[in-house]
């Protein structure tokens, strides 16, 4: 068991975070440090209009925030300790009497963004003004990070995440939220970063007890945007610890054809909970793979999604059902499909190549997706992802490079392969997914160190910024020099203006 610290989470935490998709901490900085970074941004925003990506070198103050202890506690226990901010971040200025928003997702910055259920991917929202619910906070819907569609028509179930100034809550980045109405006269201030875990977990990094999944003491079934999602929140922290796919399933005692007759009830909240019984009985309830086959084109994603899940958990007997559905007329039955194989893990990797070779576009893109969220267990599709990195599909070449940085070290075999894709693929998303690649790849990417320098002119931002993450992480002295260089060519002064040229 790893060394406790205080700043790292409980168990309690971890799952609270797990089915939630968020926490709340607060920094312990003094309130003279968050008014001076409301005052400068107030300030600036009045001058020079929204200091998007340029918000923390504008307000350096903003980097004590995110180097405190409870803030970086928070990240460590969800992202790794290797963790790493990423460059795109933003300033959201919710004016008085603002209408709000409408709930949404984020996106790739404009380009695809592509979901995780395991927590790869975090937001923080921090307030820098005391944040009451009438000045319009941010807000989520708890639980809802695991569905691409909300599964109520209106706010029931709304979380808003007010708090003083210095609150920071940390969000999967696939949680649906919005801005609140504004009903002051101030102005509401809430600075957006984004953080990329780099490493698939090999133990805890929280303060963990107990490694086995409880759902302790968290109310799961009174969240009216969110249903129950056992089987999937157990394999969600079960990556997390480290863990393969394996788990210790329930005793079926009679119950597996009371569950297999229920996923056809007409109640979709009984073919949901059915579908989430079967998973927690894993191996044993095989013989209703059929039947939870048929329920991946469910027209309720929560019972889609335990379908796909469940099916997982019930382990390689299931996979060639799912690799079948991997062919489906239905998008989100395709993609369910995808959840579940890559929940399989390492039985599912050898039939996930062949579907690579499938002449269908659909199959193709969805087993490069599956392959990627599979992660390190992925290893031996190195070779045959090498040989697509020139499909046709960009959907599948993006998933390509996110594949090789999910399997991470083991995956230096493909650097040549991501060498040029980064150099040569006419598609953004494509480069910047394989400079964060190399980058995920470490120190075994040195070959790459020629390509990275070039990208570091990108027209793309984002393959820039990714490219400097992937030379630090390399760290030779080559590395190190091309960064340096580059640093030092495209160093910006936060302090000079129309009124400060000197």
């Known amino acids: 068991m790893m060394q406790t610290h205080s700043n790292l989470f409980s168990d309690e935490q971890m799952r609270d975070f797990i089915v939630n998709g968020y926490?709340?901490?607060?920094?312990?900085l003094p309130r003279s440090v968050h008014e001076t970074i409301y005052r400068k941004t107030q300030e600036y925003t009045e001058k020079e209009g929204n200091l998007g990506n340029n918000i923390l070198p504008r307000v350096p103050e903003l980097q004590a925030v995110f180097?405190?202890?409870?803030?970086?506690?928070?990240?460590?226990?969800?992202?790794?300790?290797n963790y790493v901010m990423h460059s795109h971040r933003h300033p959201h200025r919710n004016a008085p009497h603002s209408g709000g928003q409408g709930f949404h997702k984020d996106s790739y910055w404009g380009h695809q963004k592509v979901r995780h259920h395991l927590p790869r991917w975090a937001m923080a929202?921090?307030?820098?003004?005391?944040?009451?619910?009438?000045?319009?906070?941010?807000?989520?819907?708890s639980g809802t990070q695991y569905y691409s569609n909300r599964i109520t028509d209106n706010n029931d179930g709304e979380v808003a995440l007010s708090g003083e100034a210095g609150t920071v809550s940390i969000i999967h980045f696939d949680l649906w939220h919005r801005a609140m109405a504004?009903?002051?006269?101030?102005?509401?201030?809430?600075?957006?970063?984004?953080?990329?875990?780099?490493?698939?977990?090999?133990?805890?990094?929280?303060?963990?007890?107990?490694?086995?999944?409880?759902?302790?003491?968290?109310?799961e079934n009174g969240n009216p945007a969110a249903k129950r999602h056992e089987t999937t929140w157990r394999h969600v922290w079960r990556w997390m610890k480290g863990n393969s796919n394996g788990h210790d399933p329930k005793q079926a005692n009679g119950s597996l054809s009371r569950h297999i007759e229920a996923l056809g009830d007409e109640d979709p909240a009984v073919r949901s909970d059915a579908a989430d019984e079967l998973g927690l009985l894993g191996e044993s309830a095989a013989d209703a793979i059929p039947m939870l086959s048929e329920a991946l084109q469910d027209d309720y994603e929560p019972a889609r999604l335990n379908?796909?899940?469940?099916?997982?958990?019930?382990?390689?007997?299931?996979?060639?059902?799912?690799?079948?559905?991997?062919?489906?007329?239905?998008?989100?039955?395709?993609?369910?499909?995808?959840?579940?194989?890559?929940?399989?893990?390492?039985?599912?990797?050898q039939p996930l190549c062949e579907a690579l070779e499938h002449e269908n576009?659909?199959?193709r893109v969805e087993a490069s997706y599956a392959l990627a969220q599979i992660g390190s267990a992925a290893e031996p599709a190195v070779s045959v992802l090498m040989e697509?990195?020139?499909?046709?599909?960009?959907?599948?070449?993006?998933?390509?490079p996110e594949a090789f940085g999910a399997i991470g070290p083991p995956a230096a075999p493909a650097v040549p392969t991501l060498i040029d894709m980064l150099a040569s693929d006419d598609d953004v998303q494509v480069r910047f997914e394989s400079a964060l690649a190399l980058a995920q790849i470490g120190p075994a990417s040195s070959d790459a160190i020629p390509v990275l320098k070039e990208s570091l002119s990108d027209k793309n931002r984002y393959v820039r910024d990714n490219s400097i993450h992937a030379l630090k992480r390399i760290g030779t002295p080559e590395a190190e020099s091309a960064l340096f260089d580059y640093l030092l060519m495209a160093r910006w002064c936060p302090i000079t203006n129309r009124e400060s040229t000197f």
């Open 182 to 219: 504004n009903q002051t006269d101030k102005t509401r201030y809430m600075m957006k970063f984004q953080f990329i875990r780099l490493d698939e977990p090999q133990q805890p990094e929280w303060n963990m007890e107990n490694p086995t999944w409880s759902i302790g003491e968290l109310d």
């Open 67 to 81: 180097e405190d202890p409870a803030v970086r506690g928070a990240f460590t226990s969800i992202l790794g300790q």
């Open 23 to 28: 926490v709340t901490v607060k920094t312990e």
């Open 307 to 349: 379908a796909a899940y469940a099916l997982g958990a019930i382990g390689e007997s299931a996979v060639s059902a799912l690799i079948e559905k991997l062919a489906a007329e239905n998008g989100s039955t395709r993609r369910m499909a995808s959840y579940g194989l890559a929940a399989v893990e390492a039985p599912a990797v």
């Open 388 to 400: 697509h990195f020139e499909d046709s599909n960009v959907e599948v070449r993006r998933y390509i």
């Open 125 to 141: 929202f921090y307030y820098p003004q005391d944040t009451p619910v009438e000045i319009g906070p941010s807000s989520i819907l």
């Open 361 to 363: 576009d659909a199959v």
